[in-house]
């Protein structure tokens, strides 16, 4: 998700000055050319305040820049001066002169302003060079919530999330009632996986009756930290919100899907993702959820259609490969189950579940031969328990191997613990026909 961030307003401070008058007791022994000088820099400030006014920037910048020339140390003016080029849309000039304002006046609290422009300025391409003069300006304004805002903006920019948090907090303790910061505090708690706290800060902002973009991405926002804290109702319905909102978002409506499959709720979810793919091909994500749901409810060939598409798109996909030889499985096709599990055997080559599958697969398949060769490699890796030793057994049985047989039958006879089972049964019946056998034949 992207953060809608408020709008940041740039600040302009206009220098304040007297007006010329007629001469007073305690200015009658100036020199007349000092007088004069002083008019004309009063002249060319009102000009400039005027053309701001008319947002005619370029004359101002004319009438900032001449004053500068005769009077090169007034901070305010070098201030002026970097709002006008902001304006003009000259960043390089503006930064320039914002901090010439604050190098003449560093610790001035009317500096404030000149620190969070140049803060502003580099936001957008620099975050982590905005730090600095935005804590200036946090420190001169300790009680302006806007400050700590893009404090916390340029920190979260910059990878600093934590402390983001912090000035995002202390932004909103300041004002609660600014739905910019309320909502930037929660994208940050839940970027930081504070799911529980992203929950509240973003119920907290859709009190404030967002509009527009926060609004869509609070209700979007909440249904994602809803989701990680595996609270699939209430995700449900938040996602429901947003696509009230943005009805042709379809990555949404996959992640709506996926909730709904949580709930047991397949027949919403597949109408879900039918939404989501109307004019465009099914992306990876929502061939994986659709083939979960057709699995889920036993509509074994709409999933290998689906699961096809999708192994299409990810040929290295292990997950895939092996959810195809399951279907098959299912399905009772042996030699597809086979061909996609040792598929995804070979993609995962140390995964020992995907070992064992194969194992039985080769051994429904009959190749009794190839199923003692992987078990013989799994156990070389693992422990078998009991059910393996029953495979075992029943391999050499079905290849005529009777001491090898009789030997895995007794070993699985020792390990099982349930005997009520059919395999326990068939073992100790098994034994018996075996022991026999072999003294038969030992006479």
């Not at 006046?105 to 391409?125: H, Q, V």
């Not at 920190?155 to 009632?177: N, V």
Request: aromatic share 8%.
């Amino acid at each position: 998700m992207r953060l809608f961030a408020k709008s940041a307003t740039l600040y302009l401070l206009l220098v304040s000055f007297a007006p010329a008058g007629a001469q007073t007791a305690s200015s009658a022994g100036r020199h007349p050319r000092a007088d004069t000088a002083a008019e004309e820099l009063h002249r060319l400030l009102v000009a400039a305040q005027d053309a701001v006014s008319k947002q005619d920037y370029q004359s101002a910048a004319q009438d900032y820049q001449n004053y500068l020339q005769k009077k090169p140390d007034d901070a305010s003016v070098h201030y002026n001066l970097g709002y006008v080029y902001r304006a003009l849309e000259r960043p390089d000039d503006a930064k320039s002169e914002y901090e010439k304002a604050i190098a003449l006046a560093p610790d001035d609290l009317k500096m404030a302003p000149a620190y969070r422009n140049l803060g502003i300025l580099l936001l957008a391409k620099d975050p982590a060079a905005a730090v600095d003069p935005l804590e200036h300006a946090v420190r001169l304004e300790p009680q302006d919530p806007q400050a700590k805002w893009l404090l916390g903006t340029a920190l979260e920019r910059s990878g600093k999330l934590e402390s983001a948090i912090g000035q995002f907090q202390a932004a909103h303790t300041l004002d609660g009632k600014d739905v910019g910061i309320s909502a930037s505090l929660a994208y940050a708690l839940l970027s930081a996986r504070r799911f529980a706290d992203a929950e509240a800060a973003y119920r907290a902002t859709l009190e404030l009756s967002p509009e527009g973009a926060t609004l869509r991405q609070a209700h979007l926002g909440l249904a994602n930290s809803l989701v990680a804290q595996k609270k699939p109702q209430e995700a449900a319905s938040e996602f429901a919100a947003y696509l009230a909102l943005v009805p042709n978002d379809g990555a949404v409506r996959i992640e709506r899907a996926s909730a709904l499959v949580d709930l047991g709720k397949d027949d919403d979810a597949l109408a879900e993702l039918d939404r989501a793919a109307a004019g465009a091909p099914e992306n990876l994500r929502a061939l994986k959820l659709r083939s979960q749901i057709y699995w889920e409810t036993k509509r074994y060939n709409d999933a290998v259609g689906v699961l096809e598409k999708a192994v299409a798109l990810a040929p290295s996909d292990v997950d895939l490969a092996d959810r195809l030889g399951r279907v098959y499985l299912a399905k009772r096709d042996y030699a597809n189950a086979l061909h996609w599990t040792v598929a995804a055997y070979n993609l995962n080559p140390a995964a020992n579940d995907l070992l064992g599958q194969v194992v039985e697969v080769e051994y429904l398949n009959k190749n009794y031969e190839q199923a003692l060769a992987a078990l013989n490699a799994l156990s070389q890796r693992q422990e078998l328990p009991a059910a393996s030793w029953y495979l075992r057994a029943t391999c050499y049985d079905k290849l005529g191997k009777l001491p090898e047989a009789l030997d895995a039958y007794q070993t699985f006879l020792q390990l099982n613990k349930d005997e009520n089972s059919d395999m326990y049964f068939v073992s100790t019946s098994r034994v018996r026909a075996l022991t026999r056998e072999l003294k038969d034949k030992k006479r």
